[in-house]
């Protein structure tokens, strides 16, 4: 009796693992689109395949230690890497995921090998203007009820300006953004990459993006948890998801803080945009349109610090200086676009309510 209280006593606690909304691997780093605005950057990197017994390595070892609510494949577009079904059975076999989720713009769903509708939970197909799929929203419902996964298409109308080319200089600003930011909060873009978790879904992509650049930035080993060949992994992860300080990659990103424009193909040759000073006048005036005239402040000393010869950000900025009593009273004199030039607003929605 005392030899078996005492082997006991030497079995150690089945220690919980973390559990996770939800996280992302991209089987591309290319696509057969050109999205303005793409956060992975997809339109501007070269081809890029993920490696099959990469994939299997990362899951294998994250799921000792995490589970997920939802395993989202994605890219790029994965439709465009040839051992799609690998990684959607190395998916499977991992036992990782409650959930597993293909993202997909649906161009090539038609040439999909019908396994691929077998091993998946849920399709989320991005429908954007102007681009017509093979498969019509009925043919989809169809295979949605055949083979027994949930139909989501999701209607892209607009893309929201997220990466910048340009590194921010001011710290209490990047932690303003990384703050407000969805990526890394709420919407649970999480991703997995390349034996690594980061907690957002365009700091994978920094250094390839900034090499474009001319820029060197390595950001893996600041930005992420290693997964492989760490005895500390479920510690690490626990610290690195409840850390509130911003990552490297938000030095270079706005995150839930940029402009939103119409969803628009680029065209052939086009590059990126690079007007560094224009996103954060829009990322001022956005914010002072919810009522947040502190992080307005900063994205105009950001504007002008870029662009110092630039007469709008400088109005801007002495408007958020101006008590808010005394810009109510000053506006209604104003032309109307005057007034939408300075604060985002026509003067019947001058009065937001603060976030």
Request: charged share 25%; glycine share 6%; aromatic share 8%.
């Amino acid at each position: 009796m005392e030899a078996d209280t005492h082997e006991a006593s030497r079995v150690r606690p089945t220690v919980p693992k973390i559990l996770q909304r939800a996280a992302e691997y991209n089987l591309t780093e290319h696509c057969n689109l050109k999205c303005a605005g793409c956060n992975h950057f997809s339109p501007h990197l070269p081809q890029k395949f993920a490696d099959v017994a990469q994939f299997q390595r990362d899951l294998t070892a994250l799921s000792e230690v995490m589970h997920l609510g939802e395993l989202k494949i994605l890219g790029g577009e994965p439709l465009l890497h040839p051992d799609l079904l690998k990684f959607l059975h190395g998916a499977r076999d991992s036992g990782i995921a409650d959930e597993i989720t293909l993202v997909t713009n649906g161009l090539l769903l038609h040439r999909a090998d019908p396994t691929t509708f077998e091993l998946i939970d849920r399709l989320w197909v991005s429908l954007y203007p102007g681009v017509e799929l093979p498969l019509a929203t009925d043919e989809l419902k169809y295979l949605s009820d055949r083979y027994n996964f949930t139909l989501d298409i999701k209607k892209t109308d607009s893309f929201r300006s997220t990466t910048v080319s340009k590194r921010h200089r001011d710290g209490a600003m990047v932690r303003q953004i990384f703050d407000r930011c969805e990526l890394a909060h709420a919407r649970s873009c999480h991703t997995i990459d390349q034996g690594y978790y980061f907690k957002c879904s365009p700091a994978p992509f920094l250094t390839a993006r900034m090499a474009l650049e001319g820029e060197a930035v390595i950001n893996r080993e600041f930005d992420a948890v290693r997964i492989h060949d760490n005895p500390n992994l479920r510690e690490e992860l626990e610290t690195y998801l409840r850390d509130r300080n911003p990552l490297e990659a938000c030095h270079y990103c706005l995150g839930s803080s940029g402009r939103r424009f119409p969803h628009r193909q680029l065209k052939r040759g086009e590059g990126h945009d690079e007007s560094y000073h224009r996103e954060l006048e829009a990322a001022g005036t956005i914010a002072l349109r919810s009522g947040d005239r502190a992080f307005a402040r900063r994205c105009y000393l950001g504007a002008i610090r870029a662009r110092p010869f630039k007469l709008g950000p400088y109005l801007r900025l002495a408007w958020t200086l101006l008590p808010h009593g005394v810009t109510r009273k000053i506006a209604p004199m104003l032309s109307s676009r005057l007034q939408h030039s300075l604060s985002g607003q026509l003067q019947r929605t001058l009065t937001p309510p603060k976030l």
